[in-house]
Every structure is written in C-alpha cells, then in structure tokens.
C-alpha cells in the first residue's frame, strides 16, 4: 500500500511540474519580450519547488 501512494505522489508531483512549466512557457508566449524575463524567474521558482517536493516525498516513503 506505502509503495503504491508513494507512486501515486510521485506521478501527482511530476503531472505538477510538467503543468506548471507547459503553463509558465504558454504564458510567456503570449506576452512580448519585456515580460518573458520575470516569466523565466516564476518558471524557474516553479521548478526549483516542485524538485523540493518530489525530493520530499521520495525522502518520506523511505
């Protein structure tokens, strides 16, 4: 049961990031060149924070 939660996290986790990265891209399409750098800062703050969680998680179901 742990190891399968513990999958189910993980893929929650991952679907998240990727989500977050596809929108944070979708975004900074749509807009002009002036605003793709603060876009670039979210997205990598997006990812830097979905990293922490995965690793969190995995650090858990240990």
């Keep these: 049961m742990q190891k399968r ?3 189910i996290a993980a893929g929650m986790g991952l679907g998240m ?10 975004g900074s399409m749509m807009h002009s060149g002036s605003a793709l750098k603060p ?4 997205a ?7 990293e922490d969680i995965l690793d969190s998680l995995r650090i858990m179901l240990k």
Aim: no cysteine; aromatic share 4%; hydrophobic share 40%.
């Design 39 to 42: 876009m670039k800062k979210k």
């Design 5 to 7: 939660f513990g999958k």
């Design 44 to 50: 990598s703050k997006a990812l830097q924070n979905a």
């Design 17 to 26: 990031a990727i989500g977050g990265i596809g929108g944070a891209v979708g």
